[in-house]
């Protein structure tokens, strides 16, 4: 399977909202709601942020949201922080895995 | 609290073979499916391998089938991987990663494996 299509980079100013889009097809994003979104600072292991598309794990602020639209997954998050400057991946979960190639946010 | 941590990795001549530990602990190991997932120097995560809880399923990448091998030990809450054959696109940080049937909730530090002669 290919990978899923994100843009590679995006970027914002502290308080305001960004959205990371997450492009796949109708076997994967589509299918399920088996979306999950990682953080990653460089040199460091990935960490989850958003699973099932939306929901979010115990200790991930609120600022960060995740949503569904037919074959695109969508990562949001409001209020950016200086400390929210990392890349952000993807990922389908369904019959195999497969990952989006990753979008570097910059807060400027 | 959740704890993976891996070993083995390190430089390696094309052809040859290395295998990869992740030490588990926080959590009933054998209850849990787990993954290697892989990140070459400057890209994206790519999914290698999973075993299913009891060890008794194993998917793989098709770039690594046949030459790369999945393993657990319950018993010692480790999970390995056997890594034969190695080519120079298989230079990577190797992470494992506990299942939670739909995403992964837990990633280790990861370890880097260079293949080069």
């Known amino acids: 399977q290919s990978a899923l299509t994100q843009p590679a980079s995006v970027s914002g100013s502290p308080g305001q909202s960004i959205t990371i889009s997450c492009t796949g097809t109708?076997?994967?994003?589509?299918?399920?709601?088996?979306v999950s979104w990682y953080q990653q600072y460089p040199g460091k292991a990935p960490k989850l942020m958003i699973y099932?598309?939306?929901h979010r794990p115990s200790g991930v602020s609120n600022r960060f949201s995740g949503s569904k639209s037919g074959n695109t997954a969508s990562l949001t998050i409001s209020g950016l922080q200086a400390e929210d400057e990392a890349d952000y991946y993807c990922?389908?979960?369904?019959?195999?895995?497969?990952f989006g190639g990753g979008t570097k946010l910059t807060v400027l | 609290q959740v704890q993976l941590v891996e070993s083995g990795g390190g430089v390696v001549q094309p052809g040859r073979s290395l295998r990869l530990s992740c030490a588990a602990s926080?959590?009933?190991?054998?209850?849990?499916?787990m993954h290697w997932v892989r990140q070459a120097p400057g890209k994206g995560l790519a999914w290698v391998a999973v075993?299913?809880?009891?060890?008794?399923?194993?998917y793989y990448e098709d770039s690594v089938k046949g030459r790369f091998t999945i393993s657990r030990d319950n018993s010692k809450n480790t999970l390995y991987l056997q890594m034969n054959s190695l080519r120079a696109e298989d230079t990577a940080v190797y992470y494992c990663?506990?299942?939670?049937?739909?995403?992964?909730?837990?990633w280790g530090q990861g370890t880097l494996v260079t293949v080069s002669s």
């Open positions: 075993i299913s809880y009891d060890g008794t399923k194993k």
């Open positions: 926080g959590f009933t190991v054998s209850r849990y499916g």
């Open positions: 990922s389908s979960y369904t019959s195999s895995v497969i």
């Open positions: 109708s076997s994967d994003i589509g299918a399920y709601n088996y």
């Open positions: 990663a506990k299942d939670s049937m739909s995403y992964f909730d837990y």
């Open positions: 099932e598309v939306s």
